[in-house]
């Protein structure tokens, strides 16, 4: 999918990216107003609200009341909360991928393996990097694997920018609970060529499971991130009643 095929929204979350990326707007550089966005970009109001959202949901923006926004002072940091799919409406993390393999395969010869599901059973297998806005070098490396009868059009989807949670909302699968793991592990020597990188290096590898409203296993998804790029953390509010 090209710049010009992308929604709106995503266009303009894209530039905002770029501009970040590139250290046109460094850390803690105030954010123009949605208002002042709009007229830039020709769009609505609530078009530059979605861009900004999932740009604050990346950990790429910041906002305070009655401050406004501002870019981060770490380009890196990540909301376990948003990938662990509470906070899911857009791609777990900013960027586009780059689509290394997608197939289906039997559920015995997954590289993940969906618990109780039968070793016959097809499952659909993508492995992706997501790439960084600016560079287009890989940032972290990640594979899915669902069971096919919960997916079976994935791979004709836009592999890109496709997140695997909406996706499964779209196609109305109702999707019950998530849990994530995070760990820490010596990188091995096919991800040390990906992120090129001396093998060895700390790295920090995600494993994520999902499961549908009838308790089964709707997807397995693994992610690898350095650890000297990576840094996460848990948003809640603190406004009770």
């Known amino acids: ?53 999932d740009l604050v949901a990346a950990g790429l923006l910041v906002r305070y009341r009655r401050r406004g926004t501002f870019v981060a002072q770490t380009a890196s940091e990540r909301n376990l909360l948003r990938s662990a799919g509470l906070l899911l409406s857009g791609p777990e993390m900013h960027g586009d991928h780059r689509v290394i393999s997608a197939k289906v395969v039997s559920a015995g010869s997954a590289r993940l393996r969906l618990p109780d599901l039968p070793d016959d059973e097809a499952v ?50 109702a999707l019950a609970r998530s849990r994530l793991y995070v760990e820490p592990c010596a990188l091995d020597a096919a991800h040390a060529e990906v992120f090129g990188l001396p093998e060895g290096t700390p790295v920090f590898r995600w494993l994520r499971v999902t499961w549908a409203a009838d308790d089964t296993v709707a997807e397995h998804f693994q992610a690898i991130l350095p650890a000297d790029s990576s840094r996460f953390y848990v948003e809640t509010s603190l406004d009770l009643p």
């Open 124 to 173: 659909v297998q993508v492995e992706r990097h997501k790439l960084s806005p600016d560079s287009g070098r890989a940032v972290v490396a990640e594979l899915a694997v669902l069971p096919f009868r919960l997916a079976p059009d994935l791979l004709d989807q836009d592999l890109v920018s496709a997140t695997t949670h909406v996706y499964l909302r779209n196609r109305g699968v």
């Open 1 to 53: 999918m090209t710049g010009r095929d992308l929604p709106l929204h995503a266009r303009i979350r894209r530039e905002l990216e770029s501009r970040i990326a590139q250290g046109r707007w460094p850390a803690g550089t105030r954010v123009p107003t949605e208002a002042e966005l709009g007229e830039e970009f020709g769009v609505s109001r609530i078009t530059v609200q979605r861009a900004l959202r």
